[in-house]
């Protein structure tokens, strides 16, 4: 329930910002707009309209305004319908009549295309005042790439890496976020992976063909937590066995331990009994006999990882978000890349609403939810500069095209375009349930 209301705000807002754009331009330009809809309205269902229904009984007087704002019955995004345009809605009645001085068609070129290329430009405007919220509320942390061990998933393994490996570069590109790695693999298209193994530093060779599983098998770079421990955990089983800070937990019931992962199976296969404990300490080695909780646990606070941590003023925070989109955008291009590779076959991992919906986390955190309502941003502003004729994309190539040769195209042209578009678009929406059905039933 709270993951599906995340995604409708989320989606919500995203929505109305994009069309605030085109509408924000429309109107400074003297642009008629003839309606502004959250959601579509296909069939003339509407849940609100300013025109009819409750709320102009309510509002009389809103009958009256230019504009018809309202909400459709169908969440698959929304729409700015701007006079004398083609778009979506495939309205050309109006094409039959004279051009007037408040139609879209009869106004200068720039003027166009910056109506069409307001609603990316907010996006990317709100993505950019978002990530300076973050950054100056909860400041920027990350768990760093320098010192840090992988502990590997089949998929890793199969691929050449170890457990306790440290991954230095792909190729010449150094990662500095440990929380990146998967995602730096694959957009990196790297032909090596360098690593450093105990004291040997040890190239692997990526093949390119597995580059679509490293997409779609999360999980492929677990941090290798060390087996340290800080502390005895209150009224755990083991407050009287003498343990202290720093101590290191190297073997258990004879099995090595050198990282937490490694305790996991062998922990739980002797849940609420007592066993043999290897401890390290300083040079000495320990042997000790610890109690294992029901819940497969030894009652112990491990040492915190290192965390790379940067606090921002409100001033700083600024820039400092323009510098995040623009990363993040940088990210999203590389994906999309991959993604128009069919030999990666990452178009296998492309989703719809099923899959943004699972994005979200099951409970309310603000951090999380902004900081995937600024992704979504980037996202939808990168999308509708593809330039497809249905998108935003295409009608900026068209009027740049019109401003470079001084020729505009024509309204039949436009039509057969934007027709093209949207079966390109509904390939695209089928590509992507497609694929979340599969998942649904693996």
Known sequence: MIQTLQLIIAISILVLIHELGHFFFARLFGIRVDKFYLFFDFGDIKLLSTK??????????????????????LPLGGYCKIAGMIDESMDTEHLKNEPQPWEFRTKPAWQRLLVMAGGVLFNFVMAILTYSLILGIWGESYVPNKGNKIYVNELAYEMGFR????????DDYVPENFGMLQADLARQTARKATV???EDTVDLYIDHNMIGQVLNT??????????????VAEGSPNSGVGLQSGDRVCAICGEQTKFVQDAWEVLEAHKGEEIPVTIIRDTDTLELTMAVDTAGRLGVHLLP????????????????GFRKTFSTTGGYLKDLKLVATPSTEAYKSVGS??????????????HN???ILALLSIMLGVMNLLPIPALDGGHIVFTLYEMITGRKPSDAFLYVAQMIGLLLLFALMTLAFGNDIIRLFR
């Open 52 to 73: 009819t229904g409750w709320f102009s009984r309510l509002f009389p007087k809103a009958k009256e305004w230019e504009t018809e704002y309202g909400i459709g019955w």
């Open 163 to 170: 457990n306790g490996d440290e991954i230095l570069r792909y």
């Open 196 to 198: 450093l193994r105990g």
């Open 218 to 231: 999360p999980g492929m770079f677990d941090i290798a937590v060390p087996f340290r421990i800080k502390e």
């Open 305 to 320: 990882l290192d965390v790379q941590s940067k606090r921002y003023t409100v001033l700083s925070a600024i820039p400092a």
């Open 353 to 366: 609403f099923i899959a943004l919906g699972q994005v979200f986390p099951k409970s309310w955190d603000w």
């Open 369 to 371: 939810f902004l900081n």
